[in-house]
């Protein structure tokens, strides 16, 4: 696999968060780049427009490096242009309030009031274990009043984790659109589809509830999610990417699933993850109206043949036994 492949391109377009750029190389690639992956560098001042964006037109040195779906992404070569951490966090900041993901009604922060006051009191009871220099550097980082960071620091520093280790009743997936195996990246679907099947083993487990933290690695690590809706789609917003999966969950699923499904959005260390939970009350949920999903220990397992027979089987009789004792 190509690591690195250098190429030069043209802006033809832009807007707000996307530029669309042509190969010299290849003249038929036409592809789009984040203007906040562009706006990393700092260009020569007759590059740029009067608001600050690359000028249509101009040429530019990009490089190319596939991840390991075989997807390429494209950012300013380096060797050309000078990284400028200090704009890339600024127009990072812009991207997101402008796609109001971080800002939407329906968004809440992990890192509350109350839960600042409870990591604020632990570290107090726990002080004698630190030296003067950590207790000192706690003192700074808190009297900024910024409840996020300082939420944040005391985690750490407590080795607090926001969530616990997978089990029956939790799973993690770092993404809605890139599936962990490469084979399947040209999908765009099939990392939801393996999220709904997860959803469908929760509502067929002894607890029929359960829930998927999407955004967040195996290792409890935030990813987030906050770049994939436009990345699905340039059209795409949080909204438009929640009916979009929700529709998708109903079709392979039931509406009655769907109705007792809750999609809530997170922000955390400035990340975007959401939280699906199921509490099902209602039939053995069939996935495409023929795959039998259930939920054992921290994994998800589909049921066939005689395995499938016996669980539909001991699932009527217990309706059965519950109607007679009714």
């Given at each position: 696999?190509?690591?690195?492949?250098?190429?030069?391109?043209?802006?033809?377009?832009?807007?707000?968060?996307?530029?669309?750029?042509?190969?010299?190389?290849?003249?038929?690639?036409?592809?789009?780049?984040?203007?906040?992956?562009?706006?990393?560098c700092d260009y020569r001042p007759e590059m740029?427009?009067?608001?600050?964006?690359?000028?249509?037109?101009?040429?530019?040195?990009?490089?190319?490096?596939?991840?390991?779906?075989?997807?390429?992404?494209?950012?300013?070569?380096?060797?050309?242009y000078t990284p400028n951490p200090k704009r890339f966090a600024r127009e990072r900041k812009t991207l997101l309030s402008s796609l109001n993901l971080l800002?939407?009604?329906?968004?809440?922060?992990?890192?509350?009031?109350?839960?600042?006051?409870?990591?604020?009191?632990?570290?107090?009871?726990?002080?004698?274990?630190?030296?003067?220099?950590?207790?000192?550097?706690?003192?700074?980082?808190l009297a900024k009043g910024n409840i996020s960071e300082s939420c944040t620091f005391l985690r750490k520093l407590l080795h607090k984790f926001v969530f616990p280790e997978e089990n029956g009743m939790i799973e993690y997936k770092s993404s809605f659109i890139?599936?962990?195996?490469?084979l399947n990246a040209n999908d765009k679907t099939y990392q939801m589809r393996e999220i709904i099947k997860t959803l469908a083993g929760f509502a067929n487990s002894e607890m029929h509830k359960g829930t998927v933290v999407i955004g967040v690695k195996d290792n409890q690590e935030i990813c987030g999610?906050?770049?994939?809706?436009?990345?699905?789609?340039?059209?795409?917003?949080?909204?438009?990417?929640?009916?979009?999966?929700?529709?998708?969950y109903s079709q392979l699923t039931t509406t009655n699933l769907m109705l007792q499904t809750q999609i809530e959005w997170f922000e955390m260390d400035g990340h975007l993850i959401a939280k699906i939970e199921v509490d099902y009350k209602g039939d053995i949920v069939l996935?495409?109206?023929c795959n039998l999903y259930v939920r054992k220990e921290s994994g998800t397992h589909q049921l066939k043949g005689d395995d499938m027979l016996a669980f539909v089987r001991q699932g009527w009789c217990k309706e059965d036994t519950e109607k007679e004792c009714a």
């Open positions: 696999m190509i690591n690195r492949m250098e190429l030069t391109a043209t802006v033809t377009g832009r807007n707000k968060l996307w530029y669309q750029f042509q190969s010299k190389q290849v003249l038929e690639n036409v592809f789009t780049v984040p203007v906040v992956v562009m706006n990393y740029l427009d009067e608001n600050g964006y690359i000028k249509i037109g101009t040429e530019v040195h990009l490089v190319a490096k596939p991840n390991s779906s075989g997807k390429c992404y494209y950012y300013p070569a380096h060797d050309w800002r939407g009604d329906n968004v809440q922060s992990i890192n509350t009031q109350e839960e600042f006051d409870a990591l604020r009191t632990e570290f107090c009871e726990s002080m004698d274990k630190y030296d003067k220099n950590v207790c000192n550097e706690v003192l700074g980082v890139h599936p962990a195996n490469p999610v906050e770049n994939e809706f436009v990345e699905f789609s340039e059209q795409f917003n949080r909204e438009k990417f929640t009916a979009m999966f929700l529709n998708l996935m495409s109206g």
